[in-house]
């Protein structure tokens, strides 16, 4: 399990991280935020996105319609699961609904999807508000996959690092 914990003290210092992490994704990643309301998982998911080659402003949260599709570099699903009540309410869709191989797939409020995913190339982000533009994200994963990501983050971002646990 690699973990990282970055000290976003501004809205530029998300936008260059989300931008960083963009530059390292690849079809298949999987991000799951983590954050309570208004902890900025969306603000993130739109710099991430711009990194994609995605215009920031088409870029929503999906809270009704649970996913938006938005074409980039890849593909990319930004799925909001905030209105789910129950982990059964995914059986209703099918894998291909809520997940794109071919691109990377952004998960906001995964409590219930989680629990789907096994070998699949995830990356925990969990969002904590420490200040009105000040964030504390935890960037967690078991998979190898995003291993360059992380060392490029630490090389990168040393000033915003707080912890490491490798």
């Known amino acids: 399990m690699r973990k ?11 936008a260059a991280v989300a931008s ?3 530059n390292q994704l690849f079809p ?9 309301m208004g902890a900025g998982k969306t603000t993130f998911t739109k710099s991430l996105c711009a990194g994609l080659g995605i215009l920031p402003e088409i870029v929503t949260s999906p809270t ?16 909001d699961l905030y209105r789910l009540t129950a982990p059964e309410q995914l059986d209703d869709f099918d894998r291909e609904d809520l997940l794109c191989d071919e691109g990377v797939t952004i998960v906001e409020w995964p409590e219930f999807l989680a629990n ?12 904590e508000t420490v200040a009105e ?21 630490e090389q990168q971002n040393s000033s915003l690092q707080k912890t490491i646990n490798s």
Not at 28 to 36: K, T
């Open 64 to 79: 009704y319609t649970l996913v938006n599709n938005y074409p980039g570099r890849w593909p990319v699903f930004h799925v």
């Open 116 to 127: 789907y995913l096994s070998d699949e190339a995830v990356l925990n982000l969990g969002f």
């Open 20 to 22: 960083t992490m963009a």
């Open 133 to 153: 533009h000040q964030r504390r994200l935890c960037l967690e994963s078991e998979s190898a996959e995003f291993d360059t990501l992380f060392k490029t983050l």
């Open 4 to 14: 990282l914990i970055l000290e976003l003290c501004s809205l530029e210092d998300t």
């Open 28 to 36: 298949g990643s999987i991000l799951l935020l983590w954050g309570n």
